[in-house]
């Protein structure tokens, strides 16, 4: 079942004197958390009032926090985004939702599970357990479909895989 709400960064920390913070994204990009209004901090809504890229972090001034002393008691605090603000382009998926599903060969042979995905210069990684360990990388030679509705992800592997 996907989650309503899924992690999209942490604080880590705080930036100038006026209650800005320093979010390290979990996402693609650091642009993508840009075009929230709204992220979600321990069960509650916390509305942005303005969010900016710098270097691979977002700096982000948060509503009610107006201070550097309120921003840096946030440090090491999880955001996370409502799955419905959040726009994709089509035929993409939050890995989130793919972690647990069932992997299989173009042929539809079973390998196995998607256990992790791990960040890689080139491309991400899935990390597929079954009967052994498979690394495959998240490319479009490699991976043929991400269907996280059925909880299936469909894979070409090449020999030595």
Same mark, same amino acid.
């Given at each position: 079942? %996907? /989650?309503?709400?899924?992690?999209? &960064? #942490?604080?880590?920390?705080?930036?100038? +004197?006026?209650?800005? *913070?320093?979010? #390290?994204?979990?996402?693609?990009? =650091?642009?993508?958390?840009?075009?929230?209004?709204?992220?979600?901090?321990?069960?509650?809504?916390? %509305? *942005?009032?303005?969010?900016?890229?710098? %270097? !691979?972090?977002?700096?982000?001034?948060?509503?009610?926090?107006?201070?550097?002393?309120?921003?840096? =008691?946030? /440090?090491?605090?999880?955001?996370?985004?409502?799955?419905?603000?959040?726009?994709?382009?089509?035929?993409?998926?939050?890995? #989130?939702?793919?972690?647990?599903? %069932?992997?299989? @060969?173009?042929?539809?042979?079973?390998? &196995? +599970?998607?256990?992790?995905?791990?960040?890689?210069?080139?491309?991400? *990684?899935?990390?597929? /357990?079954?009967?052994?360990?498979?690394?495959?990388?998240?490319?479009?030679?490699?991976?043929?479909? /991400?269907? =996280? !509705?059925?909880?299936?992800?469909?894979?070409?592997?090449? @020999?030595?895989?």
């Amino acid at each position: 079942m %996907k /989650k309503r709400y899924l992690e999209a &960064g #942490q604080i880590v920390n705080t930036h100038g +004197v006026r209650g800005e *913070v320093r979010i #390290q994204p979990w996402a693609d990009e =650091a642009a993508f958390l840009t075009r929230f209004r709204r992220f979600y901090m321990d069960g509650s809504e916390v %509305k *942005v009032r303005a969010c900016r890229v710098h %270097k !691979d972090t977002c700096i982000a001034s948060l509503e009610g926090i107006d201070d550097v002393n309120a921003a840096m =008691a946030l /440090k090491g605090k999880v955001l996370f985004i409502d799955r419905e603000d959040a726009h994709l382009p089509a035929g993409t998926v939050f890995l #989130q939702d793919i972690i647990g599903a %069932k992997c299989v @060969d173009k042929e539809g042979r079973e390998l &196995g +599970v998607v256990a992790d995905v791990m960040s890689a210069p080139a491309a991400d *990684v899935l990390v597929v /357990k079954g009967e052994r360990e498979i690394l495959i990388p998240d490319a479009p030679a490699f991976v043929l479909n /991400k269907d =996280a !509705d059925a909880g299936v992800v469909t894979v070409r592997l090449i @020999d030595g895989m």
